[in-house]
């Protein structure tokens, strides 16, 4: 073997190391998440038991799931209104907010006008909000939709604001030059080059949008006025039914864990072709 040969063991067995990891860290990605989750309900079960817990204080895993299928009809009821006030304040968010982002970036004196107001909703809290809704709209689901809008809107307008004003400037020049219209520039160069941060503003609006849609009906459900998960979570304490109260929390849990991985994933199959951020580094 001559010199020049020698080094290619090492390489080879470098890439079998490479990909054993890659193997490894793929299957762990799942592996111990899930391992984790059946330790925790384990203890979980294991401390009702060895400190005999009444289930109307801390129910068993077990009760919990029987209760979630013994009352299925009620619970994925209220699940669909709730998820029905998240998906349309989210459709609602990301109108408005990448309408008005266009807007700002078109013109520096309607940014300058208007984006104070958009700060001032969001760092106003929806509960000190809900009071003047419920004056002035007369509609439960309008009152709710407009809360949980309210919550998901900023994330969509900051991010898509930020990426449409976030363009190299040689290429902006190279457009200017060419003769390209403000329009076309917001069309072939400003818009695909924000999609990555609308992308992550869209997936932190989702997680908002079910987190205000919760919210706003535990301060309307106060009045037995709302239908969604957030009012059986309320009746069920009222009544001590804590299997139920564990229910209606998991369901939301795993409508946020299934909203963050579908906004995820269509972030994925719309980058994965060109950004930098979805396409897959080498090692």
């Known amino acids: 073997m001559t010199a020049i040969d020698s080094p290619a063991p090492l390489v080879d067995a470098e890439e079998v190391r490479r ?7 793929s299957i762990g990605r799942w592996v111990l998440p899930l391992a984790i989750m059946v330790l925790a309900v384990f203890l979980w079960d294991r401390i009702c038991v060895w400190n005999e817990i009444p289930k109307y204080i801390l129910p068993r895993p077990g009760v919990v799931m029987q209760t979630m299928y013994s009352d299925a009809g009620l619970l994925f009821s209220s699940l669909l209104v709730t998820l029905k006030i998240t998906f349309l304040s989210l459709l609602l968010a990301v109108i408005g907010g990448v309408g008005l982002s266009v807007l700002f970036t078109q013109s520096k004196w309607v940014e300058m006008s208007f984006f104070p107001f958009a700060i001032v ?33 900023f994330p969509i307008l900051s991010n898509t604001t930020l990426g449409l004003n976030s363009v190299d400037r040689n290429l902006r020049d190279m457009f200017r030059l060419n003769g390209a219209t403000r329009w076309q520039q917001l069309r072939y160069l400003r818009l695909p080059a924000a999609m990555p941060y609308f992308l992550g ?28 998960l957030a009012s059986r979570i309320i009746e069920a304490g009222y009544r001590l039914n804590a299997p139920r109260l564990f229910a209606a929390l998991i369901l939301i849990s795993l409508a946020g864990i299934v909203i963050f991985l579908v906004l995820s994933l269509i972030s994925h199959l719309i980058l994965r072709r060109w950004h930098e951020s979805a396409i897959k580094q080498e090692r």
């Open 121 to 153: 909703l969001q760092v106003t809290p929806i509960v000190a909000i809900f009071p003047l809704i419920n004056i002035y709209v007369a509609n439960q689901t309008v009152k709710l939709l407009l809360c949980a809008w309210i919550v998901a809107f």
């Open 19 to 25: 990909l054993r990891q890659e193997k490894l860290e």
């Open 201 to 228: 503003g869209l997936k932190i609006a989702g997680g908002l949008s079910l987190i205000g849609a919760v919210v706003a009906e535990f301060v309307a459900g106060a009045s037995g006025q709302s239908s969604g």
